[in-house]
């Protein structure tokens, strides 16, 4: 049943092709149809996922290339049941926003649902080999989206995003095959990997060197400080759509496979080298905040933020105990959520008044598009961690979590709220509230049910979840706790704390 | 009981959800439902209190486990104690009226039920830092006001000024919520430490009963936990967003100024009043601050002229007066003068609001010999400003008296400041009420009269302001962590005598028009000068957030365009195109080329393995 999540985007990108091109109409209902079954089936399983059973759930296994290892195994753990939640949630919103895409639509559709369906293949997966095939499926159809249905510089950021995502991937494809060699299984099974890791650990001095390969070529697309900067442009460039499943899914993918893989089989080694991910992680939120400060393109505001964002993700992953992890898995979906509502509703404004700067939308758009005005500052509001909202608990998690190992990365990471609150209300004030110094006369308010859907059910879903978090925490917790008892194990039997990177880790902690 | 105060807590909630999801076009509909559910909220609050009464105030809570993680919850409750109850009430009961009195002063007003959404959320979030059982909890709620002050002080967001002091008295209060954060992390490391990873206030107090010590880091949490109260009390040097907020509408000021979000950091105080009683360090520091802007405050409403800015500066003053009690070890007192100065600054802010509606300006100078106009309004008026002022035998002088006898106890210098802002509170209070309503006017008016909405909420908070002294608050807010305060006559009298001398001089300069000698005002010039620009605190801010801070993130994004994607990313794009054609230079397709590096190779290597050899 769980495979019926890639099947559906794809099925729906079959019927798309066999469409004929002059039915737009048909085209979009088709997308939106076969990403609606998605979210519904994800929404299905998300809540029959047993919370206090925990472990992989909805298991299926199909043997492929026997003499290799390679199975398709199919299944969901605490961890991506979340996760395809939100995919879920943003791919399908993105459909519908997608709506307004006027050129080439067949095409659009096809490509979209072939990343939709990479995305969700990628949550699924239990085996490495699938795993990356799925990630690197991803990166094909990214690259004509934004190269043909982007604007403004499009065909150098689509360059750039595939490039720096591609060497992420070549980077963190050579700690994988050193991982499967050093395990000698035979098998790309990350699961029967991972049972055999807690039993016999891959050597210290191995981890050591390979987790970094790791770490870092999952951390491009996690846009750590400094390899972040193909993320604003390239969200600049994109169509709306677009930039809301990159920024939204995509980029979780980062901290995702990092605590699949990288933790998940190396927990020596994340002890070794996640400080020094703390440590660029502060830079990402501070430096990255204080660049979004001085942008002009809204587009580019809200880039610099999400990887400002990202930080709060890196530095809960890097606490290495519950609290900080849980915090990081739900921030990478609250944040999700947020920054694909922050990106579909710039492409409305965009879509009709066709400029993105700040200073030439003029101020005084409340007035004009009330709804869309509203929706904006929910979502400045759960971005700047008001309660309520999934991230503001996710935050909190994340400092709580980070105080007892890096108080000093807490504090900064606090101040880091305060600078996102700087600019994000800076730009609510100079888009939409004073007096409006131009007129805008075509500028229409999103007063459909189909044009509003998009924008409620995203901010829905992060007051849901911020209304009751232990629907949420309660699953990923399921998930975490193996990682942190690994974690919490090789603490106490291999590495002492003096030969981290830093003797930061001290007892105290979890 | 509990289940009274869970709904008391949520009515409000429930009410703005329903505005804004379906009464937005239905003005009185949605009036109906903020001002239904608050008084409803106050007749729960009532029961609440006599229920408690009844079983001696001993203190209940209940509450539900919103996150739970390994050994670690964040809890989410109601807490009734005699603090929670009598904030319960103030915040419902002149919340109210205040809700009441709005139905009429936004009459017109296009955002009228937004205004109201925006009214109860408010209420929702101050009656939640009231109920809550624990640090996270309150935390949760002190940002929550902080962003219904936002919307509320940028109601009328098409003005400039008033999204700008929205948008600063958000920000400000959340720096100092930068600190309080920390501080929670700081309290919950120090519980860890006493045993139990936990932040609810009940189990922190008995976790650090008599004798506990934390030494300095328990001093640097206060501390930073009194960071928070910087910010939302408005406290020297976080005070900046409050006369700004005047921008909003003016119920919002006395919701802002009365029962809420000022209220928010004094109840903090009195809430974790435990926790401070273990550093004295901490209670310095903070009676300091809060005897810096008292004085401070006051000064500055000696010189202006908006009707709504003196009563702001009176706010200030009167919330430093609150936060010194606290620091010189009386949290009961600081609370006793909270709620009476909510009643009287309630009533101050309705009879200005009163003022505006009727001649519509807020220049204090445009106005004169209002008291004949509008009667109501103006003889309620003067209660509020005797009490304000301290004079027997109104609310002000019981609590007030209250701090200045606790100064005397401790030191010279707090004494002396808390009784020359007695003096200047009283003077610039004349100067305002004679001005307005005694003084010959300056211009004509022909204001249209009270509405009955208007007249009964400040009859009713005028009677409190009068009589609330001889409830006994003071003694009844008692508790074991406050120091006693000995009634002292000398005191009294002598902060009596400085009121009323404040008023008479007052009188004799904005009643009577004394002519003073043309050198006083050269004298007085300078300091003049100085106050009008408030003491360049706000120009300083100014500065460092123009020049400093946006230069800092110019040059991040100048390190960001030339270092990190000039240099680093097309960089490295550049040395792999140059590199791609350099080596394409060598494909030159001739033979004898290819001959040539072919046996210069071949003579390299075969040289080096003799050489080496």
Not at chain 1, 482 to 502: F, G, I, K, N
Request: with cysteine.
């Amino acid at each position: 049943m769980i495979s019926l999540l890639v099947l559906f985007p794809l099925i729906g990108a079959a019927a798309v092709l066999l469409t004929a091109r002059d039915n737009p109409a048909v085209i979009r209902r088709v997308a939106a149809w076969s990403c609606g079954a998605s979210l519904l089936l994800a929404l299905l399983l998300v809540f029959s996922f047993d919370r206090f059973a925990g472990g992989v759930q909805f298991e299926m296994r199909r043997p492929w290339v026997e003499s290799l290892g390679i199975s398709f195994h199919a299944g969901l753990d605490g961890i991506s049941a979340v996760m395809i939640l939100l995919h879920g949630l943003v791919s399908f919103s993105g459909a519908l926003v997608s709506y307004s895409i006027k050129e080439r639509v067949k095409e659009y559709f096809v490509f979209y649902l072939l990343l939709v369906a990479s995305i969700y293949g990628v949550f699924i997966s239990l085996d490495v080999f699938f795993l990356y095939l799925f990630y690197e499926m991803a990166v094909i159809p990214m690259y004509p989206l934004i190269g043909i249905w982007g604007s403004k510089n499009k065909e150098y950021a689509t360059m750039k995003l595939t490039l720096f995502i591609t060497a992420g991937a070549v980077l963190a494809l050579v700690g994988i095959i050193a991982v499967y060699q050093m395990a000698g299984l035979k098998s790309f099974d990350l699961i029967e990997l991972q049972r055999h890791f807690a039993v016999q650990p891959l050597p210290q001095r191995f981890q050591k060197w390979a987790f970094p390969f790791l770490v870092f070529g999952f951390g491009v697309i996690a846009s750590l400080w400094p390899t972040h900067s193909w993320s604003p442009i390239g969200y600049a460039a994109a169509p709306s759509a677009v930039s809301m499943i990159h920024a939204g899914v995509l980029k979780k993918l980062g901290p995702y496979l990092i605590l699949r893989l990288a933790l998940g089989f190396m927990p020596d080694g994340a002890r070794i080298w996640l400080p020094v991910v703390a440590a660029l992680a502060m830079v990402n939120i501070l430096y990255a905040g204080y660049c979004a400060m001085v942008q002009k393109d809204l587009k580019f505001i809200i880039g610099f933020s999400s990887v400002s964002h990202m930080g709060y993700i890196l530095l809960g992953l890097a606490c290495l105990n519950e609290a900080g992890l849980t915090g990081a898995v739900l921030l990478m979906f609250s944040h999700g959520v947020m920054a694909a509502s922050a990106f579909s509703l710039i492409g409305f404004v965009y879509d009709q008044t066709h400029t993105r700067r700040v200073d030439e939308l003029g101020g005084g758009l409340a007035r004009k598009v009330p709804f869309i005005a509203v929706c904006f500052i929910m979502t400045a509001m759960a971005s700047l961690g008001l309660p309520g909202f999934s991230n503001f608990i996710s935050e909190i998690l994340i400092f709580f979590g980070s105080w007892k190992v890096f108080p000093l990365f807490a504090a900064i990471g606090i101040f880091g709220v305060l600078v996102t609150s700087i600019y994000l209300l800076r730009t609510v004030k100079q888009v939409f509230y004073g007096p409006q110094t131009v007129s805008w006369e075509g500028l229409k308010d999103a007063v459909t049910v189909r044009a509003r859907a998009p924008y409620l059910i995203l901010i829905g879903a992060l007051l849901v979840a911020g209304f009751f978090p232990q629907l949420l925490v309660g699953r990923i917790r399921s998930g975490v706790e193996p990682l942190v008892t690994a974690v919490r194990w090789s603490e106490e039997t291999r590495l002492s704390s003096s030969s981290t990177v830093w003797k930061v880790y001290g007892d105290g902690g979890r | 009981m509990l289940t009274l105060a869970w709904l008391v807590l949520f009515l409000p909630l429930a009410a703005a959800a329903a505005i804004l999801a379906g009464t937005l076009r239905r003005n009185f509909l949605s009036s109906a439902l903020a001002c239904g559910a608050m008084t409803v909220s106050f007749l729960f609050s009532c029961a609440i209190f006599f229920q408690l009464a009844g079983r001696n105030f001993e203190a209940a809570e209940s509450h539900v486990v919103l996150v739970s993680i390994r050994n670690f919850e964040l809890e989410f409750g109601v807490l009734v104690d005699r603090l929670s109850a009598i904030m319960l009430l103030i915040v419902t009961g002149i919340g109210g009226g205040i809700f009441f009195y709005s139905t009429e002063y936004m009459k017109d007003d296009p955002g009228y039920s937004r205004y109201f959404a925006g009214l109860s959320l408010f209420a929702f979030s101050m009656l939640g830092i009231v109920l809550s059982t624990n640090f996270f909890q309150i935390f949760v709620f002190w940002e929550l006001v902080g962003v219904s002050s936002y919307l509320l002080i940028g109601h009328w967001y098409q003005k400039n000024e008033a999204a700008d002091a929205g948008k600063k008295a958000f920000i400000t209060t959340r720096i100092g919520d930068v600190g309080f954060l920390i501080g929670i992390l700081m309290v919950w490391s120090l519980a860890g430490g006493a045993g139990k990873e936990t932040l609810n206030f009940g189990v922190l107090e008995s976790l650090m009963g008599d004798g506990f010590s934390g030494g300095m880091y328990l001093t640097l949490a206060c501390l930073a936990v009194f960071c928070g109260v910087l910010g939302k009390s408005a406290q020297f040097p976080l005070h900046v967003w409050l006369p700004d907020a005047m921008e909003g509408p003016t119920p919002v000021s006395a919701l802002i100024h009365a029962a809420t979000m000022v209220a928010a950091g004094v109840y903090l105080l009195a809430r974790t009043f435990f926790l401070f009683v273990h550093s004295s360090q901490a209670l310095f520091v903070i009676a300091c601050t809060g005897c810096v802007t008292a004085l401070m405050a006051a000064l500055m409403a000696l010189v202006q002229d908006d009707i709504k800015k003196v009563l702001a500066y009176s706010t200030l003053s009167q919330l430093g007066y609150m936060v010194m009690a606290v620091g010189l070890g009386s949290a009961s007192a600081g609370m006793y003068h909270l709620v009476t100065h909510a009643f009287f600054k309630a009533l101050l802010f309705l009879g200005a609001g009163s003022v505006i509606h009727a001649i519509h300006t807020q220049n204090i100078w445009e106005m004169g010999g209002l008291l004949r106009r509008l009667p109501v309004t103006g003889w309620t008026f003067l209660i509020g400003f005797l009490a304000l002022a301290g004079i027997f035998p109104l609310s002000g002088f019981f609590s007030k008296d209250e701090i200045l006898t606790l100064a005397s106890m401790r030191h010279p210098v707090f004494y002396l400041a808390g009784t020359l802002t007695a003096f200047l509170t009283a003077f610039y209070m004349g100067r305002l009420f004679f001005t307005v309503f005694t003084a010959e006017p300056r211009r004509e008016h022909h204001p249209h009269g009270e509405a009955a909405v208007i007249r009964i909420p400040l009859l009713l908070l005028a009677f409190f302001s009068a009589a609330s002294g001889f409830f006994g608050l003071g003694h009844w807010l008692h508790t074991h962590h406050d120091a006693e305060i000995e009634w002292n006559f000398w005191v009294v009298s002598i902060s009596l005598i400085v009121s009323l001398g404040g008023i008479a001089a007052s009188y004799l300069v904005y009643n009577l028009r004394i002519p003073l000698p043309e050198s006083l005002g050269v004298v007085f010039a300078p300091a003049r000068k100085v106050l009008e620009n408030k003491f360049y605190l706000d120009d300083f801010y100014d500065a460092l957030v123009q020049k400093v801070q946006q230069n800092f993130a110019g040059l991040c994004d100048l390190f960001e365009r030339w270092v990190v994607v000039e240099w680093m990313v097309n960089g490295t794009a550049r040395v792999t195109a140059w590199s791609g054609d350099m080596l394409r230079r060598l494909q030159t397709g001739r033979i004898h080329f290819y001959a040539l590096v072919f046996s210069a190779g071949i003579t390299a290597l075969v040289g080096w393995w003799v050489l080496a050899r």
